[in-house]
């Protein structure tokens, strides 16, 4: 294999095919689902699948919050190959379009390809200015631990510099997200975690609490900032506080701990050992806002796509911003075919 870029980056995370439609709140309560909120389905959900499919006009979109991250981090560093990404997928025609969508982008795909079960769907249900999201991880439920312990796999570990795991993928494979992390750790690189949904914190709150200690840089907006604090006993919903207090939580190696918080139109709260700044973030006028999905993971993959060139952490929040409001310009997670960040 020839050498990776220099600082590459790996994500791993569920690669999952986003289907969205707009839908009444009577949709949302019929399958009991909250106008703003990140949860997986359970089997009640499988018929709402098929009336989606067939009574609603849909868009496929790539999606997955990791893969979105790197599509966006791609898109800023134009050139291909700086990232990539760990995830489980299907043999059909959502994982093809997955690989080729991200393969398009310039993400160097490594799926773990499972023969027998289908590729992880998500339906991204769009409410007025709200968007309930359902996620259906299927394949992306199956990873392994061993798919990293492939040869070329290995090497490409070795050679990165940075990796990025979304807190979604606790729900899959904890001891690969652990391989990773305590890599990163062993040999001074630089691991970043994602609190990704409130469910995280409420429902796998053992298993976050092991990462923890391996995180280098968190990312998080203020519903999963008030969802960690909750599941700590911390009695605050002050998202700088709540920064502060896990920037000091005990961590393996000695590089303080950088914890970056969005929260919406409100000041991006950065917390870098014991020092909180914040970020103003520039309004979008309520006409150029189409919608907010994926705002948070174009935040990261603009934050990252500078973070890995050692650009530092204002220029990182900048292009995070940057990355997040062209996003929320477009359907989706999509980008406009030409980036004009420098
Ligand atoms: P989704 O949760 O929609 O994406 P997100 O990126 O997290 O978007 P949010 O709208 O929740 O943003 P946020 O609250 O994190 O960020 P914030 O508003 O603070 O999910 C998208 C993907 O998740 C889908 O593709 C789906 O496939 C995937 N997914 C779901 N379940 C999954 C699972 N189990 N496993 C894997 N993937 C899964 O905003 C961030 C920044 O944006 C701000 O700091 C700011 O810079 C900017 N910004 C936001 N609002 C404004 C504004 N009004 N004006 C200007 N800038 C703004
Ligand atoms: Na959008």
């Known amino acids: 294999m020839s050498p990776l870029p220099e600082n590459t980056l790996i994500g791993m995370c569920n690669p999952l095919l986003d289907i969205?439609?707009?839908v009444e709140k009577s949709f949302l309560d019929k399958w009991g689902l909250k106008e703003n909120d990140a949860i997986l389905c359970d089997d009640k959900h499988n018929?709402?699948?098929t009336e989606l499919t067939k009574d609603f006009t849909v868009e496929y979109i790539p999606g997955g919050a990791a893969q979105n991250s790197l599509r966006v981090a791609q898109w800023i560093l134009n050139s291909p190959n700086r990232t990539v990404f760990f995830g489980a997928v299907g043999k059909d025609q959502y994982g093809e379009l997955l690989a080729t969508k991200a393969k398009e982008a310039g993400v160097n795909v490594q799926y773990q390809i499972?023969?027998?079960?289908?590729?992880?769907?998500?339906?991204a249900l769009i409410n007025?200015?709200?968007r309930s999201l359902c996620a259906h991880l299927a394949a992306a439920n199956t990873f392994t631990q061993d798919h990293l312990q492939k040869e070329e796999n290995q090497k490409i570990i070795e050679q990165a510099k940075y990796f990025y795991v979304t807190g979604f993928f606790i729900t899959v494979?904890?001891?690969a997200i652990i391989q990773l992390a305590t890599h990163s750790a062993e040999f001074n690189k630089t691991f970043t975690l994602n609190l990704s949904a409130p469910f995280i914190s409420q429902f796998f709150f053992d298993k976050l609490s092991e990462i923890i200690?391996?995180?280098?840089?968190?990312?998080?907006?203020?519903d999963e900032a008030a969802a960690f604090a909750n599941a700590h006993g911390w009695e605050t919903t002050c998202v700088k506080e709540i920064a502060l207090k896990a920037a000091a939580l005990p961590k393996k190696s000695t590089k303080p701990r950088l914890v970056v918080f969005t929260q919406g139109p409100e000041p991006v709260v950065v917390v870098e050992g014991d020092k909180v700044t914040e970020y103003p973030v520039t309004r979008l006028p309520k006409e150029e806002i189409v919608d907010t999905n994926g705002a948070g993971d174009a935040f990261v993959g603009g934050f990252l796509s500078q973070f890995i060139q050692g650009k530092g952490i204002e220029a990182s929040v900048a292009c995070g911003s940057y990355a997040a409001q062209?996003?929320?310009?477009?359907?989706?997670?999509t980008v406009p075919s030409v980036c004009k960040y420098h």
Not at 114 to 121: A, C, D, H, L, Q
Not at 214 to 221: A, H, I, Q, S
Not at 326 to 333: L, P, Q, S, V
């Open 213 to 222: 200690p391996l995180v280098d840089v968190l990312f998080g907006n203020e």
């Open 47 to 49: 018929d709402m699948f």
């Open 326 to 333: 062209e996003i929320i310009k477009k359907h989706g997670c």
């Open 128 to 130: 007025g200015t709200h």
């Open 173 to 175: 494979c904890p001891p």
């Open 114 to 123: 499972n023969e027998t079960v289908k590729t992880g769907t998500c339906a």
């Open 20 to 22: 969205q439609t707009t």
